[in-house]
């Protein structure tokens, strides 16, 4: 059902945790399946410098958060809002057609860090 | 080697009933309406294997009746005695299996009006609770004997001593008990009991449905006249023999299998109710001896699952999430479970060939994954609260 991939980053995700004063927060939840996500974003001359997130969910949106967060590690705030799940999903090679839904969180929680980012 | 701890879902076939299944395979393959010594051989093994059903439940072999399953079995019961009455009243419960649900709905939606009892905060139906449902046009109730998830066993005696002083019709499904715990037909007054072999060591796809004789009752499978006209096509001669052989073997290893099974699975839950909010579903002393539901507070179920997966160890979750959004279990939530509970629980179902050093191994894989998902969980936090 999963690829090897995404497994790895089930197992293993990086990026794990939380942050004391991040430059950007965001929180989101799935109504449809109570997949729960917080991501923390460090901002230096426009780059993420670092990030963290928590995530409760299935393995699609552990995977999804994990490697969303390695992409998003580095680029301008700019490349960074302008990726999508479909991104998070391409990258993982993949995921089921019943758990893309799940990847969405990864793309709404960093979207909702930056607007935070922003709004300072 | 894997350890695997869902049994619930399936078991391996026995090697003992593999053998007598293969021999009916290559040699005594006739079929059992062939006149020829083939058809003879091969209907002495289907006429030894409905002894042995009848035998491990109390009955007698003419009121055995071989299907494809649980779920033929289940449909079977309920739309046969729906369309030998033709309208009326059925009780069932929240928790059944799927087979018997969709099965009242589908009756339902063709008018006739179906009660679906709630369960008690074990997954228990309450007797009372069935007696005043009771209505002038009851014509069935259907309950089952124990639950798929949490293993919780129905106050059965008391359900057929209503249904018999009411004079209604009691169907149980009693695929995840049958083999399992000790039951007598007769004994507790059911009329209709549908079993599933791959339950106990059997193979797959073969069941029967005990039908006490003079039910009223119509088949719902035409078109030949096998099992006395009541249900129509070829019999599965080598599944039916190995049904056989399961049931016996079965039944002649209840006690020891049941006492060793509840310790596993005592040790089971010891081991994983030291964690912090982890919650023991189901009853704590009438349920399946095998049976092991936990919720751990601030994972998703399916997270854990596939964990031990990668791990070699084989469990199952109350809630899937496979149908794109998740779908709690339904059984939990009946029983008063948070949405959020019903989707951490992990069901771990403990069976012949498990070891203490298995229960031991998963116990000890569990606690680990359950405190790296909590790490990772933004929902959990310990504030060392006490376990319910």
Redesign the interface.
């Known amino acids: 059902m999963?690829n090897e991939k995404v497994?790895q980053h089930?197992?293993d995700?990086h990026n794990?945790g939380t942050m004391e004063n991040p430059d950007g927060y965001g929180?989101v939840g799935s109504s449809?399946?109570?997949?729960?996500?917080?991501m923390y974003i460090k901002v230096d001359d426009n780059k993420i410098t670092d990030i963290k997130y928590?995530?409760?969910?299935?393995?699609a949106?552990?995977a999804s958060s994990s490697i969303a967060t390695d992409m998003a590690l580095g680029k301008t705030i700019e490349e960074a809002q302008a990726m999508s799940k479909m991104d998070i999903v391409q990258e993982l090679g993949g995921l089921p057609e019943?758990?893309i839904?799940c990847s969405l969180l990864a793309e709404d929680a960093l979207k909702e860090a930056i607007k935070d980012y922003k709004s300072k | 080697m894997g350890i695997y701890l869902d049994h619930s879902a399936t078991t391996y076939v026995d090697k003992k009933v593999l053998a007598k299944m293969t021999q009916c395979y290559s040699e005594t393959f006739g079929n059992t309406s062939s006149q020829h010594s083939y058809g003879r051989d091969a209907e002495k093994g289907v006429g030894a294997a409905r002894a042995q059903v009848a035998d491990a439940i109390g009955a007698s072999p003419g009121e055995i009746y071989f299907t494809s399953g649980g779920t033929e079995s289940d449909n079977w019961a309920i739309k046969g005695v729906a369309k030998f009455a033709r309208k009326g009243h059925i009780i069932t419960t929240g928790i059944e299996h799927r087979a018997v649900l969709d099965t009242c709905k589908y009756l339902e939606a063709k008018g006739f009006s179906i009660t679906y009892l709630p369960v008690d905060a074990f997954g228990a139906v309450r007797a009372d609770d069935v007696e005043k449902a009771l209505q002038d046009d009851t014509i069935l109730i259907s309950i089952m004997f124990a639950n798929n998830e949490v293993g919780t066993i129905n106050p059965m005696a008391q359900i057929g001593q209503i249904a018999k002083k009411h004079g209604v019709l009691f169907h149980t499904d009693a695929v995840q008990a049958v083999g399992h715990v000790p039951i007598d037909v007769s004994a507790i007054g059911i009329d209709l009991l549908s079993l599933s072999a791959h339950k106990f060591y059997g193979p797959k796809g073969v069941g029967a449905l005990y039908i006490k004789n003079g039910t009223n009752i119509e088949k719902i499978i035409h078109g030949g006249s096998h099992e006395k006209g009541m249900r129509a096509g070829t019999l599965n001669s080598p599944g039916i023999v190995g049904l056989g052989a399961a049931i016996s073997l079965a039944t002649e290893v209840m006690d020891n299998e049941f006492v060793k099974e509840a310790a596993l699975a005592k040790r089971l839950k010891d081991a994983l109710l030291q964690l912090p909010k982890a919650k023991y579903n189901g009853h704590p002393d009438d349920r399946l001896p095998g049976n092991v539901n936990i919720s751990f507070d601030g994972i998703e179920a399916e997270a854990l699952m596939l964990h031990l997966d990668l791990e070699g160890i084989a469990v199952s979750t109350g809630s899937a999430c496979s149908s794109g959004s998740t779908n709690p279990s339904y059984v939990l939530k009946e029983m008063g479970c948070t949405i959020e509970q019903a989707r951490a629980a992990v069901r771990f179902t403990i069976g012949r060939c498990n070891t203490t050093k298995d229960i031991d191994t998963a116990a000890k894989k569990t606690k680990s994954i359950v405190e790296k998902l909590r790490a990772l969980s933004p929902l959990f936090a310990d504030k060392g609260e006490k376990n319910v």
Do not use: N, R, S
């Open positions: 999963y497994l089930f197992k995700p794990v929180e449809e399946c109570g997949d729960t996500m917080k928590q995530t409760y969910g299935c393995c949106a552990i019943k758990k839904h």
